[in-house]
């Protein structure tokens, strides 16, 4: 097995403005593979939450009044710099997520390309000049929302942090980043490499903690924080909103998804089971866009589910950092079991496993994380507890349908509303689907459907707003109608 990146074990990982310090504690960052400690971060309190608005507030006007052009030349230095360090920064993530190294660099680089395309949204994050209606022309403006707050989660913890710093400073707010406590240490680095491209103190900020509740709580009690930016579960998502209270603030939410994938008779068979087999076991199935349920015609089920296993079984399980490993442990023990509560429940109502189904037992004694076979479940019902649930892990349902109605009416079937998969060769078909989905992305014989291009979000329970495209910037800018009588 190889070793871990050396990492810094200074606990210095708290952004204040505009100065790396400590806390008062540390905590310790292991890990997940082998759950050996790999680093150290500040463990940031409610004082230090409240220190960082301040510092926030203080500089909001002056980081306004820099120019579009000079923040994206920043931006855009920041992303050169992400892209040098792209090795280093691909084994500290694959060191506290788990993930295997490829997916990791290329998580890497999407950051970087994350970082470009906001540069360029804040450049053109205009408005317009209506035309002249009686004395004078009309106006819409916009401006910053001011102070901000991002919270990324463990699973993607580069590329969701830095698509939120982008956005964010593209538009002119400041921002506090709170990495997910299970991956501080990539946060903290990407936190490092924008901040010392020359954001001026307090503009960027940073804590880490493992009292999320407490420094959350801290900042959503404040009037001065203007924005929150979340990327998490629904359940702390829909806190998020409840915690308005009597002052509403600018919440933006991309929480858990149920996404189903469709495979008609139609499609590129081949080609289709390595894209839903990519999709699926891609960072062990911890995605918030991972297929939860895949919907196969009938008349090419068995054909199909044969072609997806050959997918599966040449999967190799183990360390992320280890060559040839292509799925990593899931992120703690609570993962794996609430994967084999899943399994249990569709095995007892009638599911047949066809691939995988058990804890994985690794012949390295020093890897000792919560590692889960790759898991194919056929016959599986619209009435399991896998059905309506998110697993997050590597489990891959299979049902059968026999009409284009039916499936998306069972597709439709849930809370969730974030990503949804077609594949067809057919055009007709595919715009019928693409709409009547109520998803907010929708890969059409694409595993991977997202891009810095594309705005990223769900429906339903799935989120509100979105981040990345044209209109990710727009949740950070306020719009001004100004009338002009001459």
């Not at 691909?90 to 970082?115: C, I, Q």
């Not at 395309?117 to 819409?140: C, F, I, K, S």
């Not at 933006?252 to 068979?269: K, N, R, T």
């Amino acid at each position: 097995m190889p070793a871990s990146p050396p990492v810094s074990v200074s606990p210095e990982s708290l952004l204040l403005n505009g100065r790396w310090q400590g806390g008062s504690a540390s905590f310790d960052v292991t890990d997940p593979a082998t759950l050996q400690v790999i680093g150290q971060a500040a463990d940031g309190r409610r004082e230090d939450a409240l220190a960082a608005l301040a510092a926030a507030e203080a500089a909001a006007e002056g980081w306004r009044a820099v120019s579009a052009e000079d923040r994206a030349g920043l931006l855009r230095d920041a992303a050169a710099e992400i892209r040098v360090r792209a090795d280093r920064l691909a084994a500290l993530l694959t060191s506290e997520n788990g993930k295997p190294l490829a997916e990791a660099r290329g998580e890497v680089l999407g950051s970087a390309r994350m970082l470009d395309w906001a540069a360029e949204e804040g450049r053109r994050a205009h408005g317009r000049v209506t035309q002249p209606a009686g004395a004078g022309p009309g106006l819409v403006l916009k401006a910053p929302v001011g102070p901000a707050l991002a919270i990324t989660p463990w699973n993607f913890p580069a590329s969701m942090l830095i698509r939120k710093v982008g956005l964010a400073l593209a538009a002119g707010c400041p921002l506090i980043v709170k990495p997910a406590e299970q991956t501080p240490l990539i946060g903290a680095e990407l936190i490092r490499i924008v901040h010392a491209a020359g954001l001026p103190a307090g503009v960027l900020q940073c804590i880490t903690t493992t009292r999320p509740a407490e420094v959350a709580g801290a900042l959503l009690a404040d009037p001065r924080l203007r924005k929150v930016s979340f990327t998490g579960s629904t359940e702390v998502g829909l806190h998020l909103i409840r915690s308005t209270g009597d002052r509403l603030r600018r919440v933006s939410l991309e929480m858990g998804g149920h996404a189903p994938a469709i495979v008609y008779d139609d499609a590129d068979l081949e080609s289709a089971a390595a894209a839903v087999a990519a999709t699926k076991f891609a960072g062990a199935g911890q995605s918030c866009i991972s297929i939860n349920r895949l919907y196969v015609h009938r008349s090419v089920h068995d054909e199909f589910v044969g072609l997806v296993l050959d997918k599966v079984a040449q999967l190799r399980i183990g360390h992320g950092a280890a060559e040839g490993t292509t799925i990593g442990p899931l992120i703690d023990f609570d993962a794996i079991d609430k994967v084999e509560r899943h399994v249990g429940d569709a095995v007892d109502r009638g599911a047949v496993v066809a691939a995988g189904g058990r804890r994985w037992a690794p012949d390295d004694p020093a890897l000792k994380g919560a590692f889960f076979e790759p898991t194919v479940l056929t016959g599986a019902e619209d009435t399991m507890l896998i059905s309506s649930e998110e697993t997050f892990g590597p489990v891959l349902p299979v049902y059968a349908f026999d009409g284009e109605d039916e499936v998306i009416q069972r597709a439709n079937r849930t809370d969730y509303g974030l990503a949804a998969y077609v594949y067809s060769q057919a055009l007709a078909r595919v715009w019928r689907n693409v709409d009547r989905l109520n998803f907010g992305v929708v890969g059409v014989n694409d595993p991977f459907p997202v891009r810095p291009e594309l705005p990223f979000g769900g429906m339903k329970n799935s989120g509100q707003e979105r981040e990345g495209g044209s209109e990710g910037i727009d949740a950070y800018l306020e719009i001004k109608s100004v009338s002009v009588r001459l």
